[in-house]
């Protein structure tokens, strides 16, 4: 009777705790939080978009670049911008500004987070940031992965 407890318990108690992997992963990290706090115009043209970076990973990363694709009114892609967002300091809130140029934030509808190209922890291997990120938006203008 053991022995078939066994073998059905052991192997959904493996699945459960596969599809638990992902959550304790971040909550052994903490998040990384990106937030579109605020965009406005710049005078000549273009929106400079300020960014929060809120750091609660526990650790600080040297490399942090992010490819964001830019969507017009329409909803129709206009470009894609790179950006380089790092240091991040570990538990921090770090404030960035990027000019997003020819292109005012009332046409904006949407930043979406395309890619992260690099995520460098300090004194670490490169790793998928991609799970412990969370996006939000206080401008009109929404961000997305």
Do not use: W, Y
Request: glycine share 8%; hydrophobic share 45%; proline share 5%.
């Amino acid at each position: 009777m053991t022995r078939v407890l066994n073998a059905v318990l052991i192997p959904l108690l493996a699945v459960v705790l596969l599809g638990l992997a992902p959550s304790l992963v971040r909550a052994e990290t903490g998040a990384l939080q990106v937030e579109l706090n605020k965009a406005e115009e710049i005078e000549g043209g273009g929106c400079r978009a300020f960014f929060l970076f809120r750091n609660q990973t526990g650790k600080s990363f040297s490399g942090f670049e992010m490819s964001l694709a830019i969507l017009d009114a329409g909803g129709i892609i206009d470009r894609l911008l790179s950006i380089d967002a790092s240091p991040l300091p570990v538990q921090r809130t770090t404030l960035k500004l990027f000019e997003i140029p020819e292109i005012s934030c009332g046409n904006i509808s949407e930043i979406l987070l395309h890619d992260v190209t690099s995520c460098q922890p300090q004194n670490e291997a490169e790793m998928d940031c991609f799970p412990i990120l969370t996006l939000g938006s206080r401008s009109a203008v929404r961000l997305v992965k």
